[in-house]
């Protein structure tokens, strides 16, 4: 069991363990520095698999729990130093005690939390910086697909924050899978945030691809908008998951006479578009919802192709009239 002062020794460097940051299922974060500073001069985020937890695990998910680890360096490893303006950047990543490990730049936190700080102290997010925020993660998303990949896991609690910049990163690669791989698979990411297509299984497994991670980022505008809602439809399938786990999209699907759930409820498009029109914001309310509808449509086939697609459904949103804010060196994604 790693613990604070203990250090861990990657390919480029020494990091001593400070606090534990997060843990999840199957991976801990660490505060950490490197072991030659010792002030807090250039501390990381080191994220290590959860030892604990893969000595309880059946055999089937400890291999999987080190893919995941093992796809997230892969992904990182190959970025251009540009890409990360909105993807977190690998820093450093090795093996301890025979695990995967990466180090990460440290930020100020996630998505989540900031929100959560905001409504507590009576701030909304409002239409306009929600607007700026999606076409950050819409650029993390296009880099991801331009890359080999689709996400699947896209949510605020893996949307690093950048305090200084109002900068948005995207982070916790484990659950991504290869593009180029159009067969069914099994079960990923969380079910609260989830396509149609990838929470209700066809016969062989969930077909996903890039479209599905832009379902994600509609249930994503619709939370900052409306100030930290979710979807029904998303409680939904959260609700389905976490009383019978992997039967709950059939249990779901029961329930609605074996239709799938509507994914946007005309009284939560109202709620999205009053809440649009507050404050002061400058930008469009009508075309945020255009937005919305597209993103959120049930099946992928009516969804937005690509990110430039929706890069310019964003700046319609805006108010803005001429000069697409294009994203550098973006290609279509499928």
């Known amino acids: 069991m790693v613990q604070s002062g203990d250090i861990v020794t990657l390919a480029a460097g020494h990091y001593r ?6 843990a999840s ?4 974060v660490w505060r950490a520095e ?13 994220k290590l698999v959860n030892r604990e937890q893969m000595a ?3 055999p089937l998910l400890r291999e999987h729990w080190r893919a995941c680890a093992e796809r997230e360096i892969a992904f990182l490893s190959q970025l251009a130093p540009w890409d990360a303006r909105h993807i977190v950047r690998l820093l450093d990543h090795g093996v301890h005690e025979d695990l995967p490990a990466i180090a990460l730049e440290l930020l100020d936190g996630d998505l989540a939390t900031h929100m959560a700080a905001q409504a507590a102290a009576g701030n909304r997010i409002g239409l306009d910086q929600s607007l700026a925020w999606l076409g950050q993660v819409n650029g993390a998303l296009a880099r991801v697909h331009q890359h080999g990949w689709r996400y699947l896991d896209l949510k605020p609690g893996n949307l690093l924050f950048e305090q200084a910049g109002g900068i948005l990163k995207l982070a916790d690669f484990g659950t991504s899978r290869s593009l180029l791989d159009t067969r069914a ?10 396509a149609p297509e990838q929470f209700f299984p066809g016969a062989d497994g969930y077909l996903t691809d890039a479209r599905t991670d832009y379902f994600a980022l509609g249930a ?10 979710t979807l029904r439809y998303s409680s939904a399938c959260a609700d ?17 006479g074996g239709a799938l759930p509507p994914v946007l409820l005309e009284e939560e498009a109202a709620h999205f578009l009053f809440c649009a029109r507050g404050g002061d914001d400058p930008g469009k309310p009508g075309a945020a919802l255009a937005l919305l509808r597209a993103l959120l449509a049930s099946r992928r086939e009516d969804r937005p ?14 108010g803005h009239v001429h000069g697409l804010r294009a994203l550098p060196g973006l290609r279509r994604a499928a």
Request: hydrophobic fraction near 50%.
């Open 34 to 46: 490197p072991d030659k500073f010792g002030d807090g001069a250039g501390a990381v985020a080191l």
């Open 56 to 58: 309880r695990a059946e």
């Open 185 to 194: 698979h099994s079960y990923a990411g969380t079910a609260s945030w989830q």
């Open 220 to 229: 994503l505008f619709f939370h900052m908008v409306t100030n930290g809602a």
């Open 17 to 22: 363990l400070r606090a534990q940051l997060a």
């Open 25 to 28: 299922a199957y991976g801990v």
């Open 240 to 256: 389905a998951w976490r009383a019978h786990g992997m039967d709950g999209a059939a249990r779901l699907r029961q329930a609605c």
């Open 305 to 318: 192709r690509h990110a430039l697609e929706i890069s310019r459904m964003i700046a319609a949103a805006q």
